[in-house]
């Protein structure tokens, strides 16, 4: 009989993952890449679902960066129905169930009923603060920092005004803790432009499972594994 993992002992409050390895799910079973990107999108439910069954906060998804405006179009146009798709189907249900959607990154670039829908599923989700997923989409760290700069520049702000303090709370992030814990699938460990200022004192995870088979179990183990690591923040511990 299987025995259901323990419930961690340390949550992080905020988890952010880069969801990788979907093309590649998709090549060893002989399907297109978009079946790869589907079936990555079905599993964003059992992890939110995991999260917040653990006590986690925040959830941080890199579900389309800045740079994959270059891969093939047909590919593009198949992730951007992809999110308009999740969006239709969860967003009722994640509002039952008290979970809070944020959208990080330009919205500029999206279509005019993409832009809606976003707009809509955030506003209605506002209130909910059971968990906050976040995801990020036509998100880049650099394009972040590079749009919070400016839009303090716009406001009137000088040299002074560019503080630690003031460009966080002009990021998309804002208002919401840095990621504890950053998660990556697919066995690689760049973080690929992903919550570059935000990450500068994360803890990482790394496993070889590609993103559509990413289980709830692997998410405690990462957890797990965070609960063990020991936090400086640049100072010491009594043991260092």
């Given at each position: 009989?299987m025995?259901?993992?323990?419930?961690?002992?340390?949550?992080?409050q905020?988890?952010?993952?880069?969801?990788?390895?979907?093309?590649?799910?998709?090549?060893?079973?002989?399907l297109?890449?978009?079946?790869?990107?589907?079936a990555?999108?079905?599993?964003?439910?059992?992890i939110?679902?995991e999260c917040?069954?653990v006590?986690v906060?925040?959830?941080?998804?890199?579900?389309?960066?800045?740079?994959?405006?270059?891969?093939?179009?047909?590919?593009v146009?198949?992730?951007?129905?992809?999110?308009?798709?999740?969006?239709?189907?969860?967003?009722?249900?994640?509002?039952?169930?008290?979970v809070?959607?944020?959208?990080?990154?330009?919205?500029?670039d999206?279509?005019?009923?993409l832009r809606?829908?976003?707009?809509?599923?955030?506003?209605?989700?506002r209130?909910?603060?059971?968990?906050?997923?976040?995801?990020?989409f036509?998100?880049?760290?650099?394009?972040?920092?590079?749009?919070?700069?400016?839009?303090?520049?716009?406001?009137?702000?000088?040299?002074?005004?560019?503080?630690?303090?003031?460009?966080a709370?002009?990021?998309?992030?804002?208002?919401?803790?840095?990621?504890?814990?950053?998660?990556?699938t697919?066995?690689?460990?760049?973080l690929?432009?992903?919550?570059?200022?935000?990450?500068?004192?994360?803890?990482y995870?790394?496993?070889?499972?590609?993103?559509?088979?990413?289980?709830?179990?692997l998410?405690?183990?990462?957890?797990h594994?965070?609960?063990?690591?020991?936090?400086?923040f640049?100072?010491?511990?009594e043991?260092?």
């Amino acid at each position: 009989m299987m025995v259901e993992p323990a419930a961690p002992a340390i949550v992080p409050q905020h988890i952010a993952i880069i969801m990788d390895g979907n093309g590649r799910w998709a090549r060893q079973r002989g399907l297109p890449r978009l079946a790869g990107h589907r079936a990555g999108t079905e599993n964003i439910r059992r992890i939110v679902t995991e999260c917040a069954t653990v006590g986690v906060r925040y959830l941080t998804l890199y579900a389309f960066s800045t740079e994959n405006w270059s891969r093939p179009s047909a590919e593009v146009q198949g992730l951007l129905a992809i999110l308009g798709e999740f969006i239709d189907r969860e967003t009722e249900s994640l509002h039952r169930e008290g979970v809070q959607l944020r959208h990080l990154g330009r919205l500029d670039d999206l279509s005019a009923p993409l832009r809606t829908k976003i707009h809509t599923a955030v506003s209605q989700t506002r209130e909910n603060v059971r968990l906050t997923l976040a995801v990020a989409f036509n998100y880049g760290g650099r394009a972040d920092i590079i749009d919070a700069a400016r839009a303090i520049v716009a406001a009137g702000g000088g040299v002074e005004a560019l503080t630690e303090q003031n460009i966080a709370a002009h990021l998309t992030t804002r208002g919401m803790p840095d990621p504890d814990l950053i998660v990556r699938t697919s066995g690689e460990w760049r973080l690929s432009n992903f919550l570059i200022w935000q990450a500068a004192y994360s803890e990482y995870w790394t496993t070889p499972t590609f993103w559509p088979d990413f289980t709830p179990d692997l998410l405690r183990q990462a957890i797990h594994a965070y609960g063990h690591r020991q936090r400086r923040f640049g100072g010491l511990t009594e043991e260092s």
